[in-house]
């Protein structure tokens, strides 16, 4: 069982209005991972941190931005949401340690922008 | 780069039939493969993976995956499909092997239905 959590699990917030969705790890993990998924789709890797202080972009281009303060922590930010915006948003993490490491998944938060 | 592809979107069985799912991978170095599967409103789990060890990799639920590097593929199947197996289930490729992020790169996923 994976010791990774995401809050809020649902949110609906109107448009131009600033969140953030949260993620934390108790595995002490280093590597953490953002992937959006549009209902019925495949995820897409928008975000990703080898560590503290380290944030890359990833293969999907998004507007939100992610902070990796302390290792444990890895909150992403939309500063202006839009209806384009729709998504579940999945935190992931994985450690150093091998290769195929295994990447476990929080539950996903789902946003709506109206 | 590596890239995965699932064949089939839907997927329906009676309960107590076979179950397989298709997984065809591209990849320029040697892959690690992975199966997850995703129930309604719930992130990932993952069923097994492949990392170079054995080629048919055993999974939780009665889930199992055979390698096949002659066929690029990676196949899920289970015995005997029960009707808590309903799901969304994903093939992913690890590009450990390129990048060394250990990013997974995700199949389009496919719905399993199973019938009573």
């Known amino acids: 069982e994976a010791d990774i959590y995401q809050t809020p699990r649902y949110l609906v917030i109107g448009t131009g209005k600033k969140i953030t969705l949260e993620c934390s790890q108790t595995m002490g993990h280093d590597k953490m991972y953002w992937y959006q998924q549009d209902p019925g789709m495949e995820l897409h890797l928008i975000h990703y941190s080898y560590g503290v202080n380290s944030t890359e972009k990833g293969d999907l281009s998004s507007e939100s931005t992610v902070s990796r303060i302390r290792t444990e922590h890895f909150p992403l930010t939309l500063e202006s949401a839009r209806p384009s915006h729709t998504s579940q948003y999945l935190c992931a993490s994985s450690s150093q340690v091998s290769a195929g490491n295994t990447i476990y998944f929080g539950e996903g938060s789902w946003l709506t922008v109206v | 780069a590596q890239s995965v592809t699932q064949l089939g979107s839907h997927v329906s069985v009676s309960e107590g039939a076979l179950v397989l799912l298709r997984c065809n991978y591209s990849?320029?170095?040697?892959?690690?493969l992975f199966w997850y599967v995703q129930y309604p409103n719930q992130g990932l789990q993952l069923l097994l993976k492949?990392?170079?060890?054995?080629?048919l990799v055993k999974g939780i639920n009665g889930f199992e995956a055979e390698f096949k590097k002659s066929e690029t593929s990676f196949h899920l199947t289970k015995p005997s499909a029960h009707m808590s197996d309903a799901a969304e289930y994903f093939c992913?490729?690890?590009?450990?092997?390129?990048?060394?992020?250990?990013?997974?790169?995700f199949g389009q996923g496919t719905t399993l239905q199973v019938k009573p």
């Open positions: 990849s320029s170095v040697p892959p690690y």
């Open positions: 492949y990392t170079s060890a054995a080629t």
């Open positions: 992913a490729v690890s590009d450990y092997g390129s990048s060394n992020t250990g990013k997974l790169i």
